[in-house]
């Protein structure tokens, strides 16, 4: 029995979704603390202005991500369908199309190293070195550049034994990997790509009021992606597990495998919404000394952390969809989540609300969204039957 068939096929499903998942969560949060290192180490300076920099900055490393989730998730989803169909030759292809051609199209953002690299480098550059805002773009270069490094040390030590290829000579397209790869990542390429347009429009409605406002929203934004974070990596490692189940016709055992994973994931959302809504002015009080910036960051806060569950319920229905070669449903979804719905309420509630109607369109359009993905996830799921 090989490491795969016992991994997939005869660990408890507890156990097995905790396995693939804890990884994907800790490499999301700590890629997240880039984010948010910078704007703690920044907002030390106590200048609201910088920190609104910042967060009009912050599109553009959402747009690398959205580069890098386009081939990782959709490669990682075709690698586990071919392994289970023991379809070990394009598995290996699938892995080598999707990490060069990522390479191709932007830098690979490094995860364990680089968070920690991060934290250090931010204060030394910022403080140490007087760079201001400058330092903590040095200092994420290179927290990124260490990561890489260490990644590729990583897998220079266990590429005996994975199916995880780099080698370029094994690099194609035939077999329908292009397709399967692109078509499967590109619900979440999308999906990020519209969140930029999102932020951008955010953005301009927010620094019509004040810079305070912008830095507060900044804020907010950052220490409630910590939450959309573990909602990404629980699905994201999943996600391999289903497809492997999927591809291999085991029915019965991919759909615990769901039921379990989107139970852990509701409940962390609604605790994590639980505590960023009571604790949100002490949260974004350890940011930044600026009682204006305070103001709006705490209510900011308090807003959109009720996205939290229905992030987690979409995060897991689009993995659903794209785990099983769904083409149309993830990609309306993605669509739905940001950009179509949430900016059209920006203008509406900023009418009737204000500042705050602006804040609110975010979980408005993501609960919006997620009735539409209910009703499209769950015909589909009776589809499956137990075998």
């Known amino acids: 029995m090989t490491e795969n068939d016992i991994l997939f096929e005869e660990m408890p499903i507890h156990k097995a979704v905790l396995y693939f998942t804890v990884p994907t969560v800790m490499s999301q949060i700590i890629t997240v603390i880039y984010n948010i290192a910078d704007t703690f180490f920044i907002g030390q300076l106590n200048d609201a202005n910088i920190v609104a920099a910042v967060t009009i900055a912050m599109p553009a490393f959402v747009m690398l991500t959205a580069l890098s989730n386009l081939f990782g998730i959709g490669g990682a989803g075709n690698i586990a369908r071919c392994i289970g169909k023991n379809d070990i030759e394009t598995a290996k292809k699938s892995a080598v199309f999707s990490i060069w051609t990522s390479v191709i199209a932007a830098f690979c953002y490094g995860i364990a190293l680089g968070g920690i690299l991060n934290m250090i480098l931010d204060p030394l550059f910022l403080f140490v070195f007087s760079f201001g805002i400058k330092g903590a773009a040095i200092a994420t270069m290179l927290s990124n550049t260490a990561a890489m490094l260490y990644f590729l040390l990583f897998y220079y030590k266990i590429q005996k034994h994975t199916v995880i290829c ?147 319920i979409n995060f897991m229905i689009i993995t659903i969809f794209q785990a099983t070669k769904q083409k149309i449903q993830p990609l309306i979804l993605s669509f739905l989540r940001k950009g179509s719905l949430d900016i059209p309420l920006m203008l509406i509630l900023r009418h009737f609300l204000g500042i705050n109607g602006i804040a609110w369109a975010t979980p408005m359009g993501d609960y919006i969204a997620l009735v539409v993905s209910i009703l499209l996830f769950i015909p589909y799921y009776n589809t499956f039957k137990n075998i």
């Open 166 to 312: 780099i080698t370029p000579k094994y690099y194609s397209i035939q077999n329908g990997i292009l397709y399967d790869v692109v078509v499967g990542g590109l619900p979440s390429f999308i999906m990020m790509l519209l969140g930029c347009f999102s932020n951008g429009v955010l953005n301009r409605l927010i620094t019509s009021y004040s810079n305070e406002a912008m830095a507060g929203m900044g804020i907010a934004k950052k220490i409630d992606m910590i939450a959309f974070a573990v909602a990404q990596g629980i699905t994201q490692g999943i996600l391999p597990f289903v497809a492997y189940h999927y591809s291999s016709g085991n029915r019965k055992r991919m759909k615990s495998s769901i039921s379990i994973t989107l139970t852990y994931s509701v409940m962390i959302a609604c605790t994590a919404t639980i505590i960023l809504f009571v604790f949100a002015s002490p949260i974004v009080k350890c940011f930044i000394n600026d009682d204006k910036t305070i103001y709006y960051g705490q209510n900011f806060l308090k807003i959109i952390c009720f996205t939290c569950p229905s992030t987690a």
